[in-house]
T-cell receptor, first 112, second 111 residues
């Protein structure tokens, strides 16, 4: 079955460490997205990529970095510059044409 | 600047009655709107959508209404069922590029 896989489900890191969240899709979608969910703030866009080797900043890109070396993969690195990294992170993908997003099941990152 | 707003953080409805979730937006360039349902620690799942050229779309128990002049949309669920208890997100597209989400409304269906 096609879908998006985010791993791990739960992640703990010490303050000051960089951490990379994995996102893989086998839907052959061109576009991929990273969102962050905080209580009472909905989903906010961090980065998105519409094609391999290209990506754009979203609304809250500071302290994050991404790469898109393969169509199937869009990893997100949370750097030590991100002031409040503890959150629920969601990856999504979409075909170039149309409006349907497919979401992964998310990664809960806790920084202690 | 919150372009999509859901002003009710929570809503409680009795089983079998109608649930009405509301959403307002500020960007007149939004051309497609969606509603997602989300359970804790899971990704959102798509519920129903509507194009800006329509004012109503219906799918089973779910109906979405769009009032472009008021920049307002609503999701009606009737009859409400216990399994409908979740957080509902309104979202909007501009040019099929990226989705902008509202803050979400937690719906609780009481037996």
């Amino acid at each position: 079955d096609g879908g998006i896989t985010q791993s791990p489900k739960y992640l703990f890191r010490k303050e000051g460490q960089n951490v990379t969240l994995s996102c893989e899709q086998n839907l052959n979608h061109d576009a991929m997205y990273w969102y962050r969910q905080d209580p009472g703030q909905g989903l906010r866009l961090i980065y998105y990529s519409q094609i391999v080797n290209d990506f754009q900043k979203g609304d809250i890109a500071e302290g994050y970095s991404v790469s898109r070396e393969k169509k199937e993969s869009f990893p997100l690195t949370v750097t030590s510059a991100q002031k409040n990294p503890t959150a629920f992170y969601l990856c999504a993908s979409k075909r170039t044409v149309g409006y349907g997003y497919t979401f992964g099941s998310g990664t809960r990152l806790t920084v202690v | 600047d919150q372009q999509v707003k859901q002003n009710s953080p929570s809503l409680s409805v009795q089983e079998g009655r109608i649930s009405i979730l509301n959403c307002d937006y500020t960007n007149s360039m939004f051309d497609y709107f969606l509603w997602y349902k989300k359970y804790p620690a899971e990704g959102p799942t798509f519920l129903i959508s509507i194009s800006s050229i329509k004012d109503k779309n219906e799918d089973g128990r779910f109906t979405v209404f769009l009032n472009k002049s008021a920049k307002h949309l609503s999701l009606h669920i009737v009859p409400s069922q216990p399994g409908d208890s979740a957080v509902y997100f309104c979202a909007a597209f501009q040019g099929a590029q990226k989705l902008v989400f509202g803050q979400g409304t937690r719906l609780t269906i009481n037996p």
